[in-house]
């Protein structure tokens, strides 16, 4: 048993409702049967009429199924690929940084044979210890300053910027001013 085309099952139906329709034409009907004919007919336009928003309803939600498919697919593929991409350039990244490490490595080895190694290391070792110790000394000797100046205020008044000067009981004292007055005012 062979399965009918159904084009060519539509067709035989197209065809065998044009003989029915030339049928009807050729035999004259009575009012009755005009008026069954109009009501027949005009509910299969109803039908037919109702058929369509709802075959379009359908076709629109199928579409936006589709667009909201598609548009998931496209973010997916998106991200997976932006997710590549960060891999791939974190992975140069490590092999660059890798690779300047050890070059940096090698750069200070050579420096350290070329320049000496050991003295280089113990003259700026020496270096750091007489900058120091000239540090230590500046601090001691503003220290030792001011222990002079406390035990003799007479003998380094002026030097300190100050003014030997005669109390009303008739003592003296080192005057160092903080805020010059104004001369002549």
Do not use: H
Request: proline share 2%.
């Amino acid at each position: 048993m062979s399965v009918k085309d159904p084009f060519r099952a539509l067709v035989d139906e197209i065809t065998l409702v044009r003989r029915q329709i030339d049928q009807l034409q050729r035999t004259s009907l009575d009012r009755k049967e005009a008026e069954q004919l109009n009501a027949i007919v005009a509910q299969g336009l109803d039908r037919m009429a109702k058929i369509g928003p709802r075959l379009e309803q359908a076709i629109d939600a199928r579409l936006q199924l589709a667009t909201a498919e598609t548009r998931l697919a496209a973010i997916e593929a998106a991200e997976r690929a932006a997710r590549v991409a960060i891999e791939t350039t974190r992975t140069e990244t490590l092999k660059a940084a890798q690779g300047l490490s050890q070059a940096a490595g090698k750069a200070r080895r050579q420096a350290w044979l070329y320049f000496g190694g050991f003295w280089v290391w113990l003259l700026s070792v020496g270096a750091l210890g007489a900058v120091l110790a000239l540090l230590a000394a500046f601090w001691i000797t503003g220290r030792g300053d001011a222990r002079e100046f406390g035990k003799y205020p007479g003998i380094f008044c002026e030097a300190a910027g100050g003014q030997v000067a005669t109390s009303d009981d008739g003592g003296r004292f080192c005057g160092i001013w903080i805020e010059r007055p104004a001369e002549g005012g």
